[in-house]
């Protein structure tokens, strides 16, 4: 039912209820990351990690937590992705872990939700 006020405030459209219905086959990235991400507490420094590769997660996932992947935080971070490094130093209480990437040694922090094991440990 549309509030009173609405009704006679506007007349040129029509009072409409949104009936929102769950889709089964949308796709949340965060909770797919959630799938494979580390965990912190058993991540320790000289492990190797890599980051996931798939860049539609990424970006999904960002955008869940009101960021936009696009732009500056592509142009930083996209080329790491599906890179593997060596974990410099653990935060556990901030579930993020600093990486070095041997292509250019390059450190940079990166969630646990976008690292998965690369030597096939599980982590």
Known sequence: MCHPAYLIVSTALPCQQ???KPDDNQVFGCKSLEKTALDASKVEV???VAVVSDESLVSKCISEKG???EGKM???RGKYLGQSGKVIEVDKAKDALLVEFASDNTQM???TLYLTAADGKEL
């Open 18 to 20: 949104a009936n929102w």
């Open 46 to 48: 000289g492990s190797s």
């Open 67 to 69: 960021k936009t992947w």
């Open 74 to 76: 592509k142009g930083k």
């Open 109 to 111: 922090w990166w969630g």
